[in-house]
């Protein structure tokens, strides 16, 4: 049981690889199903694990209201180290438990000031024109969904670039880009090792919303150039930080990747990098899961048997 309570929390190491492949090799589509998977079962399986060497070292602190057995030294023998990592997995739970409530409710207060700012907007079908001079244009999930543009993000481009900057915005809508990024937002939390699976997601959704905008216009150069312009008009982060369509980041590779073929939604074979990268996320997913299982179903029987009658 020893390894097979500490391995979930050492595998998220694997984050930065399989987010780097995954990023670059995978059709974005399948690049942030995949990491946003990988990276809700990866936080689940070490928080869960965290959470057994809490209870395990909340039973060694004097005054507990624990069983005494829980802290015999038949369940210190079975848990290396517990004195010292069981004790330092209380405060480290515990700053989990609150940073994930605190990006939760900032969610949901910037969701509701989203909300608020479209209320007295003219309806409009789903778009949404806010006369502000910010250039600035997000998708907005209801109900009822919205792709609100403002009036100076609109200036800069011309009737084309209009049309993708839209159909950009309603491919966010359609794919619930927004789950994708608040999951591995709150993975990383769960674990700050998975914060390179949810920067990449925030650059997947967004690749793959530039990649059915250019389905549905047909023309790939029309986005790029879109794109282009917009993260040119518009500077920082977007409001309410919503998916955007000139959301900060590696601009110019979602230019680049527009302007060269687009990548293969069928899945990679394994000698490929991206089948490596599918591999190695699936691997290390799978692993994490049976130890955190396996950790969980072993101390819980080690407890029963420590537990007096």
Same mark, same amino acid.
């Given at each position: 049981?020893?390894?097979?309570?500490?391995?979930?929390?050492?595998?998220?190491?694997?984050? *930065?690889?399989?987010?780097?492949?995954?990023?670059?090799?995978?059709?974005?589509?399948?690049?942030?199903?995949?990491?946003?998977?990988?990276?809700?079962?990866?936080?689940?399986?070490?928080?869960?694990?965290?959470?057994?060497?809490?209870?395990?070292?909340?039973?060694?602190?004097?005054?507990?209201?624990?069983?005494?057995?829980?802290?015999?030294?038949?369940?210190?023998?079975?848990?290396?180290?517990?004195?010292?990592?069981?004790?330092?997995?209380?405060?480290?739970?515990?700053?989990?438990?609150?940073?994930?409530?605190?990006?939760?409710?900032?969610?949901?207060?910037?969701?509701?000031?989203?909300?608020?700012?479209?209320?007295?907007?003219?309806?409009?079908?789903?778009?949404?024109?806010?006369?502000?001079?910010?250039?600035?244009?997000?998708?907005?999930?209801?109900?009822?969904?919205?792709?609100?543009?403002?009036?100076?993000?609109?200036?800069?481009?011309?009737?084309?670039?209009?049309?993708?900057?839209?159909?950009?915005?309603?491919?966010?809508?359609?794919?619930?880009?927004?789950?994708?990024? =608040?999951?591995?937002?709150?993975?990383?939390?769960?674990?700050?090792? $998975?914060?390179?699976?949810?920067?990449?997601?925030?650059?997947?959704?967004?690749?793959?919303?530039?990649?059915?905008?250019?389905?549905?216009?047909?023309?790939?150069?029309?986005?790029?150039?879109?794109?282009?312009?917009?993260? $040119?008009? =518009?500077?920082?982060?977007?409001? *309410?930080?919503?998916?955007? *369509?000139?959301?900060?980041?590696?601009?110019?590779?979602?230019?680049?990747?527009?302007?060269?073929?687009?990548?293969?939604?069928?899945?990679?074979?394994?000698?490929?990098?991206?089948?490596?990268?599918?591999?190695?996320?699936?691997?290390?997913?799978?692993?994490?899961? $049976?130890?955190?299982?396996?950790?969980?179903?072993?101390?819980?029987?080690?407890?029963?048997?420590?537990?007096?009658?």
């Amino acid at each position: 049981m020893p390894l097979a309570l500490y391995l979930p929390l050492l595998l998220p190491l694997t984050a *930065f690889p399989v987010a780097r492949l995954a990023g670059d090799h995978l059709h974005p589509r399948t690049a942030t199903r995949l990491l946003t998977v990988v990276s809700v079962v990866l936080s689940v399986c070490s928080t869960l694990c965290l959470a057994l060497l809490v209870v395990v070292g909340t039973a060694q602190l004097p005054g507990n209201p624990l069983p005494d057995g829980w802290s015999d030294a038949e369940v210190r023998d079975a848990i290396p180290h517990v004195s010292l990592f069981g004790i330092l997995a209380i405060p480290t739970f515990l700053a989990i438990v609150i940073a994930v409530a605190v990006t939760h409710r900032r969610d949901r207060v910037e969701h509701r000031l989203a909300l608020d700012a479209v209320a007295g907007a003219p309806a409009g079908g789903e778009l949404t024109v806010l006369p502000d001079p910010t250039p600035y244009a997000y998708a907005l999930r209801g109900p009822p969904d919205r792709i609100v543009v403002s009036t100076g993000m609109l200036l800069p481009l011309d009737d084309e670039e209009r049309r993708a900057l839209i159909a950009h915005e309603r491919a966010h809508l359609k794919g619930r880009h927004h789950l994708a990024l =608040a999951a591995t937002r709150l993975a990383a939390c769960a674990h700050p090792l $998975l914060r390179p699976i949810h920067t990449t997601v925030a650059y997947t959704v967004e690749r793959w919303a530039d990649e059915d905008a250019a389905e549905a216009l047909g023309d790939r150069r029309t986005i790029a150039r879109a794109v282009g312009k917009a993260a $040119l008009a =518009a500077k920082g982060r977007p409001p *309410f930080g919503a998916p955007a *369509f000139a959301a900060p980041g590696p601009v110019p590779r979602r230019v680049a990747a527009l302007l060269g073929p687009p990548l293969p939604t069928a899945w990679p074979t394994p000698r490929s990098r991206a089948g490596v990268a599918a591999l190695v996320a699936a691997t290390g997913t799978t692993v994490s899961v $049976l130890a955190s299982l396996n950790a969980a179903v072993a101390l819980v029987l080690l407890l029963i048997a420590a537990t007096p009658l």
